[in-house]
């Protein structure tokens, strides 16, 4: 993350509440994608890490600075094991939907036989305890993806089994059950949330930057520079929820053939839309945008989501449903069509088709392509007169309602936040 430093007296700070530490994950110079072992990766991730961030820890001390919890992600599962060893309360923060979590932790306790029985059929149902009957094809791909030893999927997976077993000892050996911080809030998940007896799940989501009125301010954390093009004022020009917003997110690559369905799809619609295609995306023969078309649509290298999801133009988003995707829809009532790629995203379109009601499922062809006429079928559905289409953007301004309240003072992800630091701040560390 910050390449040029070396040790904690280095950190960043932006002169903001939060300051930045480098720890060593035994990849200093990078991890390369596609070059390098990903379960070589791991293996020294889980051995180099947990050294580095315990130092970490005991450097801060000694200036004066006593870590009072550590919040880690599912990835450096092993921090709780660090900030036990200290003395200092943990909890895990997940970055999925609650439904995940409780999938994975049904499948590692008593159900991944069954799922990789059925892995190939993709309707096949699931019943796990506590969460609606669930396709194969709705389970995380990790779950239902063959691996071989050696590719991402079978290290992936591993390392998620891992963080559940270290869970499992946590159950066992502390006075206290382990805390998972959700990125969701109550009213969404209800069951999922109460899905898992012995681990605290706690909705403080959806966690967001602050939107200003104007919007203007509203750029987001962009992992990449936003397309200098003048998408806002292309916005601008448009009629109320008339823009289609289309973006896959900062991982998916599409083939050839998607892409060029994808473009059939929009231009069917007769809708103005806003594409984002990533320059690494960017295919030779792929023809996003000419003359003819310029006026109907605009394809950027990347934007501030946030500022155009927030826009009174943009109607509809068509979206790899990555789970901060997925929320920022709910958040900014607009409903959503889905192209799911891995991990989560099936799940998550899952649940905005089925629990939520604002979302469109897209199917695909027998070669896993999502068909130009498909996507103007869909495109026509949620944007059209038609009942159901109603029904999907009444729900999508319900549930921009509901975020608005468990995000705001006093409400649901507030209190449970606040609840959560009075009992960190409370807590004796001995009971870690």
Not at 295 to 320: D, I, N, Y
Request: aromatic share 10%; proline share 6%; with cysteine.
């Amino acid at each position: 993350m910050f390449p040029n430093l070396t040790s904690a007296e280095q950190e960043v700070d932006d002169g903001g509440p939060v300051a930045y530490f480098p720890y060593s994950d035994g990849y200093d110079d990078g991890y390369n994608q596609g070059v390098d072992d990903p379960n070589h990766y791991l293996s020294q991730f889980k051995t180099v890490g947990p050294r580095s961030l315990s130092s970490l820890i005991h450097t801060l001390k000694s200036r004066g600075q006593r870590v009072d919890c550590v919040i880690y992600t599912f990835l450096p599962y092993w921090a709780i094991n660090v900030a036990r060893e200290h003395g200092i309360p943990s909890a895990q923060y997940w970055i999925q939907p609650a439904t995940v979590f409780g999938i994975y932790y049904h499948s590692f306790h008593g159900y991944e036989d069954l799922i990789s029985a059925h892995c190939k059929d993709p309707l096949f149902t699931v019943e796990l305890p506590r969460l609606p009957p669930l396709c194969i094809r709705d389970l995380p791909s990790f779950l239902i993806t063959p691996g071989t030893s050696g590719d991402l999927y079978s290290a992936v997976l591993v390392t998620i089994k891992e963080s559940f077993s270290t869970l499992d000892s946590e159950v066992k050996r502390s006075k206290r059950r382990p805390k998972i911080l959700v990125n969701t809030f109550d009213e969404l998940e209800v069951d999922a949330l109460s899905a898992v007896d012995d681990i605290d799940l706690i909705a403080i989501g959806p966690i967001m930057q602050p939107i200003p009125k104007d919007n203007e301010g509203a750029s987001g954390f962009n992992l990449f520079r936003p397309d200098e093009k003048a998408y806002m004022q292309w916005l601008d020009s448009k009629p109320k929820k008339s823009v289609v917003y289309a973006s896959f997110g900062s991982l998916a690559i599409l083939t050839k053939r998607q892409m060029e369905e994808i473009s059939k799809g929009l231009r069917a619609s007769g809708r103005p839309y806003l594409w984002v295609v990533r320059r690494d995306c960017r295919l030779e023969g792929v023809e996003l945008e000419d003359e003819e078309s310029a006026e109907k649509a605009m394809v950027v290298e990347w934007c501030s989501q946030v500022r155009v999801l927030t826009h009174p133009s943009v109607g509809c988003f068509v979206t790899h449903y990555g789970w901060n995707s997925t929320l920022e829809s709910l958040v900014f009532g607009v409903p959503t069509v889905g192209l799911p790629q891995w991990s989560d995203q099936a799940t998550n379109m899952m649940l905005s088709e089925r629990a939520w009601g604002t979302g469109v499922r897209a199917e695909v062809n027998d070669d896993g392509i999502l068909e130009g006429e498909e996507l103007r079928r869909c495109l026509d559905l949620i944007t059209g007169e038609s009942e159901r289409g109603k029904e999907i953007r009444r729900k999508a301004e319900l549930w921009k309602e509901k975020a608005a309240e468990a995000m705001a003072d006093g409400g649901s992800s507030e209190r449970n936040l606040r609840s959560f630091v009075k009992e960190i701040a409370t807590s004796d560390q001995n009971d870690h």
